[in-house]
């Protein structure tokens, strides 16, 4: 059974703390994803990987960085959290390539992140 | 830039088949992928289409038109169950192929 693994549920931080979320994947994608969730708003672009120790920005990166040392792994990092960055994210991975593969993206159960 | 539009809400009855429009304004399209997520959930990929029209799997269907920038998900023969947020998602072609989201749409399924 494929899976994308994000390393919490729940996680609640103070402002100005530096976070990191983590997300695994076992199926040997090269693609890797970080999306935020708010209501209304839908899944919004931070940054995505392609390749180990690749990556490019997304829609919103502002305050984000991202790590991708291992094929496996995509870290999504908060320098400096703030209140605004309160959201659900979401990692994704999925196959290369054009046509019927690598369009399915697949997701981990999110990370609620609260910043108080 | 780029943008996907797709309505808010939509309510339909069980047992009925309801129509979930998506349109698109996007660089380097390759193609429109549909996605549904329940409540708490993770989204889970339903379908996607490169070429123009009709695919179809199961109670699910989706639609696309390159020339018009649209696309849309019929479902048929309403569960309960399919209560959930739809979204379109539109696949760039840019250095790794990334995914873009619409908003979704949340669909009621009445009794």
């Known amino acids: 059974d494929v899976k994308v693994t994000q390393s919490s549920r729940y996680l609640v931080k103070r402002t100005g703390e530096k976070v990191f979320l983590e997300c695994v994947q076992d199926m040997d994608h090269e693609n890797m994803f970080w999306y935020r969730q708010d209501p209304g708003l839908g899944l919004r672009l931070i940054y995505f990987?392609?390749?180990?120790?690749?990556?490019e920005k997304g829609d919103i990166p502002e305050g984000y960085s991202v790590s991708r040392e291992k094929k496996e792994r995509f870290s999504l990092i908060l320098e400096s959290a703030s209140t605004n960055q309160t959201s659900m994210y979401l990692c994704?991975?999925?196959?290369?390539?054009?046509?019927?593969?690598?369009?399915?993206?697949?997701f981990g159960q999110g990370t609620r992140l609260t910043v108080v | 830039g780029q943008s996907l539009e797709q309505p808010s809400e939509v309510t339909a009855v069980e047992g009925a088949i309801v129509q979930i429009n998506c349109t698109y304004q996007?660089?380097?399209?390759?193609?429109l992928s549909w996605y549904q997520q329940h409540d708490g959930g993770a989204p889970t990929f339903l379908s996607y289409n490169a070429l123009d029209g009709l695919e179809e799997t199961g109670r699910f269907s989706s639609f696309l038109s390159r020339s018009d920038s649209y696309g849309y998900l019929l479902l048929q023969e309403l569960q309960m169950k399919d209560s959930a947020s739809y979204f379109c998602?539109?696949?760039?072609?840019?250095?790794?192929?990334?995914?873009?989201f619409g908003a979704g749409t949340r669909l009621f399924v009445k009794a």
């Open positions: 990987s392609y390749d180990v120790k690749m990556k």
């Open positions: 996007t660089s380097g399209f390759y193609g």
């Open positions: 998602a539109v696949r760039e072609a840019t250095g790794g192929f990334k995914t873009i």
């Open positions: 994704a991975s999925s196959k290369p390539g054009q046509g019927a593969a690598g369009t399915e993206a697949f």
